[in-house]
């Protein structure tokens, strides 16, 4: 979204997955936290990731999304595929708001978890300052994690939105 506003000549179109214009909160510390403690370099089989995260990730869709992020190197050992220590690192920055008066006039659809509450009724009057053409889908049956929980309407709501301009 950020990007969006401060370089709205490089963006042609965005989707926003289940998150808002406001601040939030860290909050994914467990996460993080479980994350940091799997020694990668012992692991055999990715069904021992996920055992590790089951200990303190009760979510299977959760721990699902976190599996597709590890996959095996060259030496056969298993890495994750994004930065944890860069996320440990601007965590705060992660849940910042937008600037007050930053706006995207471009097309942009905001899909949210019918089952989360990262966007609320009242967000919507703050999506529509910040993105005056924004579209608002609820996806059913999904929760933050909406592109694990329902990745089938996630997949629709994307791709008709996309052809549409």
Do not use: C
Not at 128 to 140: D, K, L, N, T, Y
Request: glycine content about 4%; aromatic content about 12%; overall charge negative.
């Amino acid at each position: 979204m950020l990007f969006a506003v401060e370089f709205p000549d490089m963006v042609s179109k965005l989707i926003v997955a289940d998150i808002a214009p406001k601040y939030y909160p860290p909050h994914h510390e467990i996460i993080l936290q479980t994350l940091n403690s799997i020694d990668f370099k012992s692991i055999h089989q990715r069904s021992e990731v996920d055992e590790i995260l089951e200990a303190h990730i009760k979510e299977k869709e959760v721990r699902q999304f976190l599996s597709k992020n590890v996959y095996r190197l060259h030496d056969h050992s298993f890495a994750l595929r994004f930065n944890l220590p860069a996320i440990e690192e601007n965590i705060n920055e992660i849940g910042d708001p937008l600037p007050a008066y930053s706006v995207y006039k471009g097309p942009v659809l905001f899909l949210k978890g019918a089952d989360s509450g990262y966007i609320t009724d009242e967000d919507e009057t703050s999506i529509r300052m910040h993105f005056p053409g924004a579209e608002i889908q609820s996806v059913a049956n999904a929760g933050h994690w909406l592109h694990a929980d329902n990745p089938e309407k996630f997949y629709e709501y994307s791709l008709n939105f996309l052809k549409k301009f």
